[in-house]
């Protein structure tokens, strides 16, 4: 097994099959277009198969899917196929907008899809509109029954949390997850990326949301799962359901990221707020051995000493304060989830 400079494993892979989205969420995407990656820049099935088997071979547990939005990526079902044969590997999960998951739900759960989870910030057809500003908010909660009736389980529900925005649908959708079987999880407002227009005002922090849904229905703590997943989980006291709250900005769980990315043009990424990433494709491409690649990878990892939200709260929390344009990140639409 490979760790960090912490001592930190490397056991998640969330790789970017697409930078294109057909959302502009304004909390991810805030401008209309975008110079998207071209075709032939981006990692092949192929490609991506082989990086995995090589991930899963210093300790890589679980891969997630991410984009922009990865059902864009055509035939997405061939690659999880190859991905959930790797021996070693526990899932393949995926993270999407749902706009397109309806029709292709049962292929995916065929092919060895693990679990989804997926984005839905409101279950107002008119705020979807504002958060969005494409798409269709019956397109998404058809995806979701869709999967639901395919078999794949667990199926989350990533809700951004924005103050003035969307805080007042927390309880909307706490009830609907509860009605309906699917985890609701909660996230931070964050500063990802360089364009989003982050202000500490809009964060709705993750005490806040506990004594929210608390209120409503009693909670009982679990933790994070295995030690070292993102989200903070809760069950509801009475039995019915579960949230988690992924607080990234108030308590930060750096020191247990255990998180690698990959982005679709095949750079290595040790941390959601990262500004550079190692270039692997140049290596696939130059004709480097898998011995090489993993060589490379795994030094990578060992150098590792990202603690950027400890070192934001720690900002926001000194008299110097904490500007987000002063700290160049890579976009979210690159980097993926």
């Known amino acids: 097994m490979v760790v960090d400079a912490f001592n930190r494993p490397i056991k998640d892979l969330r790789i970017s099959v697409t930078d294109r989205c057909n959302f502009r969420c304004t909390y ?49 079902e061939d690659l999880i196929a190859s991905l959930a044969a790797i021996p070693g590997l526990d899932a393949v999960c995926l993270t999407t907008n749902g706009s397109l998951l309806a029709d292709r739900a049962a292929g995916l759960k065929q092919a ?41 389980h667990p199926i989350k529900l990533n809700t951004v949390v924005q103050r003035g925005v969307n805080d007042d649908d927390i309880i909307p959708l706490v009830e609907f997850g509860r009605a309906n079987g699917f985890s609701i999880r909660f996230i931070e407002y964050m500063d990802v990326g360089n364009a989003n227009g982050w202000r ?12 929210i849904v608390n209120a409503y229905a009693p909670l009982e703590e679990v933790g994070r799962d295995k030690g070292s997943a993102p989200a903070v989980d809760y069950r509801f006291a009475d ?53 090489e690649l993993t060589q490379t990878i795994a030094g990578t990892w060992r150098l590792r000493t990202d603690r950027y939200s400890q070192e934001r709260l720690s900002a926001l929390n000194s008299n110097l304060g904490y500007e987000p344009k002063d700290h160049r990140k890579i976009e979210m639409i690159t980097l993926g989830g």
């Not at 300790?59 to 984009?67: A, D, F, S």
């Not at 839905?120 to 798409?135: A, E």
């Not at 500490?200 to 004594?211: G, H, N, S």
């Open 112 to 152: 060895g899809l693990s679990r989804v989870n997926v984005s839905v910030d409101t279950l107002d057809p008119d705020k979807f509109q504002r958060i969005r500003r494409r798409g269709d908010l019956k397109k998404v909660l058809d995806g979701i029954w869709a999967a639901r009736d395919a078999g794949i």
């Open 28 to 76: 991810c995407m805030p401008f209309d277009e975008y110079p998207w990656t071209p075709t032939e820049e981006c990692l092949s099935f192929e490609e991506i198969a082989r990086l995995a088997r090589i991930f899963v071979s210093l300790g890589v547990e679980k891969i997630r899917l991410t984009g922009g939005e990865p059902l864009l990526r055509a035939h997405l």
């Open 239 to 291: 039995g019915i359901g579960d949230i988690g709250v992924i607080a990234s900005v108030t308590e930060p769980f750096c020191a247990s990221c255990t998180r690698a990315r990959l982005t679709a043009d095949g750079k290595l990424v040790t941390c959601l707020f990262s500004d550079i990433g190692k270039d692997v494709k140049g290596l696939l491409r130059g004709g480097a051995s898998d011995e």
């Open 200 to 211: 500490r005002d809009k964060v709705v922090p993750k005490r806040e949301l506990i004594e």
